[in-house]
């Protein structure tokens, strides 16, 4: 699609449902100059409505077809269960909507490219969205990669964990893409494929599983064709923890690659450079942020002015983070190590 114009008014956003993520993202943006919420859907009129009113939204849609058929929308953002977002993003792209779509992209890799491919089709762009990637923290975390702060990097540690033990809450239901490996290990994942930077070529895990079959804990340990190997983590049955571990042959980074600091808590990022045992790790000043403001003006700015802008993962990551969950998955079930294919 040709890229919008937005020198004369902020990008108007539609976002399809009105979950409590979707209420987060409305308050994280609403300082920004470059784009605005301007409607909002559910497939309940009433609830739409109300939702709208409390958030300050000016339009509401009682379906999602509607929210999509709005001319004065701009772009979507997709907040809803892992289940539907295939489904809405393809509608979406179909419709000519940039979509920004809440990780994960999908429930599995294949879905995913089902997605890309419409997004290709129709021109539109498609993009995934993890807040703690549009972070300054994650930018310099690249940045350290890159110039061989710690040397080569040999190993990586990733773990995210929450409280998650409501038979009601969505993210234990199987038919709306329920589990800890989907919701708290695709970031866990994410971190570990950006910082890796190639695609694993095999993965061998174990997991607790809940009575309805969705994943509680997962453990993953991850080859990569380069050498490099992962371990990964993730639970709904532990207090929360976000940390992840980058060993290199010249040093080490720690981080916590949060979403928004400080609202959950302080940006830690800390390198220790050289191999000496004993030294001491240089905590490294990082600026907090709304992670959902960083991402939207990011995601905004790159309609208006090219992909380049984009902050967060590229197709490529997005499939690859994809397709290894999908490993994960299927090792959890046996033990056994899973090659992911080319």
């Known amino acids: 699609m040709d890229r919008l114009n937005m020198r004369n008014r902020p990008l108007q956003i ?3 449902g009105a979950a409590n993520i979707a209420r987060n993202f409305i308050a994280g943006v609403a300082p920004s100059k470059m784009l605005t919420v301007a409607a909002v859907a559910s497939r309940d009129p009433a609830k739409a409505e109300a939702f709208a009113r409390e958030t300050g939204v000016p339009r509401f849609h009682g379906s999602y077809e509607a929210l999509l058929a709005d001319r004065e929308i701009d772009a979507v953002y997709i907040p809803l269960p892992n289940s539907l977002h295939a489904e809405w993003a393809i509608r979406a792209a179909e419709s000519g909507k940039p979509i920004l779509c809440e990780k994960p992209l999908a429930v599995t890799g294949k ?4 997605m890309f491919a419409a997004a290709r089709a129709n021109n539109v762009p498609l993009v ?9 923290q994650t930018a310099k975390l690249r940045e350290m990669i890159a110039t061989g702060a710690i040397g080569k ?3 990586i540690r990733s773990s995210f964990g929450i409280t998650s ?9 199987p038919s709306l893409g329920g589990g800890a490996l989907l919701d708290a290990g695709s970031y866990a994942m994410s971190l570990i494929r950006i910082v890796a930077g190639e695609r694993p070529a095999r993965v061998q895990a174990t997991a607790s599983f809940a009575a309805n079959g ?3 804990t997962t453990i993953a340990n991850i080859a990569f064709p380069s050498g490099l190997l992962a371990q990964m ?5 532990t207090g929360y923890h976000r940390h992840a571990l980058i060993g290199g042959d010249g040093g080490v980074i ?10 959950s808590g302080p940006a830690i990022l800390q390198v220790k450079r050289g191999i000496a045992f004993g030294a001491a790790f240089e905590p490294l000043d990082v600026p907090d942020g709304n992670g959902f403001l960083r991402e939207a003006e990011s995601f905004a700015a790159s309609l208006s002015n090219g992909p380049v802008q984009w902050t967060g993962a590229t197709e490529a990551e997005s499939l690859d983070i994809l397709d290894s969950l999908d490993a994960i998955r299927a090792s959890a079930q046996t033990g056994a190590w899973v090659e992911l294919s080319e």
Do not use: W
Not at 254 to 263: D, I, K, Q, S, Y
């Open 254 to 263: 720690e981080t916590n690659f949060l979403n928004h600091p400080p609202a």
């Open 165 to 173: 033990v409501d038979p009601a809450n969505i993210r234990l239901s």
């Open 128 to 136: 995934e969205a993890y807040p703690y990637l549009a972070q300054v």
């Open 233 to 237: 983590s993730c639970s709904f049955e």
């Open 111 to 114: 879905e995913g490219r089902r």
């Open 214 to 216: 969705v994943d509680l």
């Open 14 to 16: 539609g976002i399809l």
């Open 153 to 155: 990097v040999k190993l």
